[in-house]
């Protein structure tokens, strides 16, 4: 267990510092704004949105991204964008937020296409993939290998204008008794949302969709066994630790994952081109700013964590084995069913598998890692 521990803190500091990030098209330095662009400007029309998250501004990972995006829009227009703030929950069902936004109901919001599978599979891929990949081929492929012109299709198909503004890393599971074997899933009252649950689901699981804020209730009330939702930061801020005594990594429900910025369609369209360009510079800087600073709090969650007597245990191997083969008999039912998630899928495999080869060269494994 000590071996485990150490080798998981490791992996938690071995993050990835990116100097830029490009998502969409937008590049901009890690820490900055473009704050003044548009100053001289305070005379033309300001825009203020009605918006709400997902996420409770509580959780210091995913809700602090939420007040990121809105000081940085007000601040980088010179207030011509504000965004009037509702919590999860306080003006439309949390869950509820998709359809409010493509209806013009809610103006933006900040979400994760992991909940958005009813309106298609697809959604689910860009909000987190079992066993996928990193968040730097992710990003790549998003950037260089066709990944933003399918995110645009799809999200544009349903009214709806997204700019990647976040992401996520991996995800650990929650269980109130001990996880050893798969069967261990038969019948389990599990939160969880995306193409997890459905790998979860082949073992009889009961998935649960629930909006993170609820989360913590329904451990109390024991609506809910185990979660598989975030990560440790805004876990440990969520208080899973009071209501459950095991944590399981590595995270094979996800490895990396984006937070979207939703626009409603015509609201973004009625933007001007300035204006569309600060919304995705504050985004980029979102982005590069969720990733350095996530690596440091989920490090520093994961001791308190630990110090607080949570068990944080390994997948069993057998366990993550059949979990694979489970993902695959998953991805390919979906590939058969819906020609979008076929394509979607294959791109993306197509561009993992030709830069395997780098991958290799550059990382050092344990076989060849210094001994002193």
Same mark, same amino acid.
Request: proline residues 5%.
């Given at each position: 267990? @000590?071996?485990? #521990? ?5 992996? %938690? ?6 100097a830029?990030i490009? #998502?969409?098209?937008?590049? &901009?330095?890690?820490g900055?704004?473009?704050?003044? &662009? ?8 300001t825009v ?14 995913a809700?602090?991204?939420v ?15 504000? %965004?009037?703030?509702?919590?999860p929950?306080?003006?439309v ?7 409010a ?21 697809v ?15 992710? *990003?790549?492929?998003?950037n260089?290998?066709?990944?933003? @012109? ?6 544009h ?50 998935? #649960? ?16 066994s185990?979660? *598989?939702? *975030? ?18 990594f ?7 994952g984006? %937070? ?59 366990? *993550? ?5 489970a ?18 899928t ?8 030709? @830069?395997?080869?780098?991958?290799? %060269? ?7 890692a210094?001994?002193?």
């Amino acid at each position: 267990m @000590r071996g485990f #521990i150490a080798g998981l803190l490791l992996g %938690l500091i071995a993050g990835v510092m990116l100097a830029m990030i490009d #998502i969409g098209g937008r590049s &901009i330095p890690h820490g900055t704004t473009g704050n003044g &662009i548009l100053r001289g400007a305070k005379s033309a029309p300001t825009v203020q949105w009605r918006f709400t998250s997902l996420f409770p501004q509580f959780m210091p990972h995913a809700g602090a991204r939420v007040q990121s995006i809105v000081r940085s829009l007000n601040n980088s227009t010179d207030g011509r964008v504000t %965004l009037k703030v509702f919590e999860p929950g306080q003006l439309v069902d949390a869950l509820d937020t998709f359809d409010a936004v493509a209806s013009g109901v809610l103006d933006a919001a900040f979400t994760s296409a992991s909940y958005w599978g009813e309106k298609s599979p697809v959604f689910e891929m860009f909000g987190g993939i079992p066993f996928g990949p990193d968040i730097n081929t992710l *990003i790549a492929w998003f950037n260089t290998g066709g990944g933003h @012109r399918f995110y645009n299709e799809l999200y544009h198909s349903f009214n709806i204008h997204a700019v990647v503004c976040g992401v996520n890393g991996s995800t650990g599971g929650w269980f109130t008794n001990e996880i050893k074997k798969v069967e261990d899933f038969k019948d389990l009252k599990l939160a969880v949302v995306g193409l997890p649950a459905r790998v979860a689901e082949v073992f009889g699981a009961k998935p #649960i969709t629930m909006a993170p804020s609820d989360l913590s209730g329904a451990f109390r009330s024991h609506q809910i066994s185990g979660a *598989i939702v *975030i990560s440790p930061a805004d876990d440990k801020s969520l208080n899973f630790y009071r209501q459950t005594a095991y944590y399981y990594f590595p995270g094979w429900s996800r490895q990396s994952g984006f %937070l979207d910025l939703m626009i409603n369609l015509d609201k973004w369209k009625a933007l001007e081109p300035q204006l569309k360009e600060r919304v995705e510079t504050v985004c980029a800087a979102n982005v590069a700013a969720s990733l350095s600073e996530g690596e440091s709090l989920h490090f520093d969650a994961l001791k308190d964590l630990i110090l607080e007597g949570v068990k944080v245990q390994r997948w069993p191997a057998v366990m *993550i084995a059949d979990l694979h083969t489970a993902w695959v008999h998953v991805s390919n039912t979906l590939s058969r069913s819906n020609p979008l998630f076929r394509e979607v899928t294959g791109s993306l495999k197509r561009f993992r598998d030709d @830069r395997s080869i780098w991958r290799d %060269l550059r990382s050092v494994d344990g076989d060849h890692a210094p001994t002193r």
